[in-house]
């Protein structure tokens, strides 16, 4: 089944304490996505990939960090999370590029950062 | 800058009703594509429907349809025949130029029974 799998799919952590989101995608798409999900705000990019080893930060990248060294897996790491991170996140991708091709999105996960 | 925005925060219909969703648009860019996802409670993000701004003809998906007004920058989806599992937040979005897609704020639907 082609899907987007993001895990964990809930999370509570602390300030300070470093953590990973992953995303696998299972369809050989070149283009991914991070988003966050805040009430009233809808959702907005955090960073982006346009194929392997290829990055690029979003409207909201403060906090974040992301590495693609293969092209099915693009995890999202918050070497220091605080409050204000608590959000809901979506992992998408692509076949190709950013805007025409329809997202595929993984799950979400709750993150909350107390 | 591109953005878009969806005033009705949260909408009512009646189950078999026609219910229709706002979006207006905003952008310089003269190719572009709109869509509209649906995130029931599972919050899951699915697809419903997709308009490409070069085509004149308003995009249909079983009962749901848009009104792609281009230059009003007016991007409205109807759902016809309302069911249950049609309650859901519906977003609106923008896709152009840059490599992402602009979102709205999202529009609640509740269906009554």
């Known amino acids: 089944e082609a899907q987007v799998t993001q895990n964990p799919r809930y999370l509570i952590t602390v300030t300070g304490k470093k953590l990973t989101v992953t995303c696998s995608q299972n369809?050989?798409?070149?283009?991914m996505s991070w988003y966050r999900q805040d009430p009233g705000l809808g959702l907005r990019q955090i960073y982006y990939s346009m194929n392997v080893e290829v990055t690029d930060k979003g409207d909201v990248p403060e906090g974040y960090k992301v590495s693609r060294k293969e092209k099915r897996n693009f995890p999202l790491i918050l070497e220091s999370p605080s409050p204000n991170q608590t959000s809901l996140y979506f992992c998408?991708?692509?076949?190709?590029?950013?805007?025409?091709?329809?997202?595929?999105f993984g799950n979400g996960t709750r993150l909350t950062v107390t | 800058a591109q953005t878009v925005t969806q005033s009705q925060p949260e909408m009512s219909v009646q189950e078999a009703e026609t219910v229709t969703l706002s979006c207006t648009y905003d952008?310089?860019?003269?190719?572009?594509?709109l869509f509209w996802y649906k995130q029931p409670p599972s919050r899951q993000m699915i697809l419903v429907i997709r308009?490409?701004?070069?085509?004149?003809q308003n995009a249909t998906e079983n009962r749901f349809s848009v009104n792609f007004q281009k230059a009003a920058k007016s991007f409205s989806l109807k759902i016809s025949d309302s069911q249950l599992g049609d309650a859901a937040m519906y977003f609106c979005a923008l896709g152009g130029a840059t490599n992402k897609l602009i979102f709205g704020t999202g529009t609640l639907l509740a269906v009554q029974p």
């Open positions: 952008t310089s860019e003269s190719d572009y594509y």
């Open positions: 369809m050989n798409h070149e283009y």
């Open positions: 308009q490409e701004a070069y085509k004149q």
């Open positions: 998408a991708s692509s076949f190709v590029g950013g805007w025409y091709s329809p997202l595929h």
